[in-house]
């Protein structure tokens, strides 16, 4: 079945260095997106790139399709304690509008 | 706040119970989802809504029961759960189905003893 699989599973780094997590997908895609999920919270939506595009930037947030790799990355700059969160992506199947959740990638700052 | 809500926020409740989850968007979005949450899984679609009707039934139990009203609101009704079914339980609106980004709850985290 489709599904957005995050790597790595968990990720801890110093405030004010980057964080790049990475997503996979099985199949032809119309977007991707990236949300947040605060512990055991809802999701907040981040920011969505279409199959058609290969970068988009949002404040410290940077996002990359390789629609040829079936991959995305996600990279927040100069992290804060703030970003402790999980990160999921996102997939649509081409034709549908169903999204496919991976299981996230939990990112821990230490202050 | 994303402009919707659930309640209760937390449940524990018996196999033999009966209970009802409750979303409320207001967004005056038409689209409604619900999601299952459990541990180290990925996020599950269970019921899609658009526009009151029931579009989806992503092969969930019985013991679930979607309701949708109305555009605004969503009720999850559970009856003979079992353990396993503990897990947060995510709404989500959306425009409608054919809109990319869902706004999504904070979730009623259950627990079936």
């Known amino acids: 079945s489709q599904q957005g699989e995050e790597d790595p599973q968990a990720l801890s780094i110093q405030e004010g260095e980057n964080a790049t997590m990475n997503c996979s997908y099985k199949?032809?895609?119309?977007?991707l997106q990236w949300y947040r999920q605060n512990s055991g919270r809802g999701l907040v939506h981040l920011i969505l790139?279409?199959?058609?595009?290969r970068e988009k930037h949002s404040g410290r947030l940077r996002v990359t399709l390789d629609t040829s790799k079936k991959s995305s990355s996600l990279l927040i700059t100069a992290s804060r304690a703030a970003d402790t969160a999980s990160y999921f992506c996102a997939t649509d199947a081409a034709g549908t509008y169903k999204y496919i959740f991976g299981t996230g990638t939990r990112l821990k700052v230490l202050a | 706040e994303t402009g919707v809500t659930q309640t209760p926020r937390h449940l524990v409740m018996g196999m033999t119970n009966k209970k009802s989850l409750k979303c409320e968007q207001h967004?005056?979005?038409?689209?409604m989802y619900w999601y299952k949450q459990s541990a180290k899984k990925p996020l599950e679609l269970m019921f899609v809504y658009n526009f009151k009707e029931q579009t989806e039934n992503n092969s969930v139990p019985s013991r679930f029961s979607p309701e949708c009203p109305n555009s605004s609101h969503l009720f999850l009704h559970l009856h003979t759960l079992q353990p396993e079914d503990s897990a947060l339980y995510l709404c989500?609106?959306?425009?409608?189905?054919?809109?990319?980004?869902?706004?999504f709850g904070p979730g009623t985290r259950l627990t079936v003893l």
């Open positions: 989500a609106s959306s425009q409608d189905t054919s809109t990319d980004t869902q706004c």
């Open positions: 790139i279409r199959s058609n595009e």
């Open positions: 967004l005056g979005h038409n689209a």
């Open positions: 199949t032809s895609i119309n977007n």
